[in-house]
């Protein structure tokens, strides 16, 4: 009986070792370092591991990735990186922290334009950074251009997060690339001087600073409207959400500035094939269905469907200029912010 057993394990063994030789040594999993939050991912992860038997280990990473990235050079741990900014995956790309990708299932799925033309990164959301205005205060047309933020008419009824946030830096990325730095220099003195008050909080601050009378005008990324909206959790975010209109800017001319989250295959990836598998999932309608419910995103892919709510906003013309250009303006608009010293406030 116990020998039985002793040769049906040898060869049980001997089975399993030329299973594993003949699969290749790669083991069925893939290291992804995330910055998006766990309640939109895991869902995703899941049903990727159920539908191809690859597991994904996850780090969430809030800050430093660029920084864990390099240090750990060849030894990296990560196959992808997933983030949301262009400037984050610029960053990666120039450290040169990323490898090309070409894949039919993601140049499918993704426009050209929301994707790095050598597949150093690709877009899987847009987002569009919009005016919040509110509805009691701000009439129907009364503001319709980035330029509008800068017109004396607003004096002392702006609310902004930091100039230095990534936000708000690709968004004066995009000032410079259409107007130049001088233009943009004077743009950015003129929102300056119509502020309400220092600089301060998150996107959805300024909402709420709107709801309470502090000012008229806010600049914020979609989702966020979609997000305060849905807050069960936060009511009191429901009433900032209520409190104001959604104004897609530029629409007559180069139309709203956008950024996308995206992600990317590190350069010493060690289960390549896996991190481009994981790449074409998130392109593809299961999950680009949940960043449009769960996060109210646009999907990059372009069949899947907008959430309701963030249609009822309508549709909007988006600022075609390339994020690659984006990326590499956001230095000097970042230099911006300081010479004018933005972050000061409004009579300093
Ligand atoms: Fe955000």
Known sequence: MRRNFLIFLIISLLGMTGAAVMS???????????YRQPFLINPVLDEFTRRTGIKVNV???????LEKLKAAGANTPADVVLTVDIGRLNELKKAGLLQPVRSAVLENNIPAHLRHPDGLWFGLTTRARIALVSKNRVKPDALKTYADLADPKFRGRICMRSGKHP???ALIASVIAHEGEEGAEKWLRGVKANLARKPQGNDRAQAKAIYEGVCDIGIANTYYMGKMATNEKKPEQKKWAEAV???FLNQGGRGNHINISGAAVTRNAKNQVHAVKLIEFLSGDFAQKIYASQNF?????AEVAIDPLVRSWGDFKADTVSLEKIATLRATASRLVDKVRFNEGPGS
Do not use: C, D, H
């Open 245 to 247: 209109r959604v104004v």
């Open 24 to 34: 290749g040594t790669a083991p069925q999993e893939v290291n992804l370092y995330s």
């Open 297 to 301: 995103e646009y999907p990059a892919k």
């Open 167 to 169: 936000y708000n830096v």
């Open 59 to 65: 780090v969430y990473a809030k800050k430093g990735m």
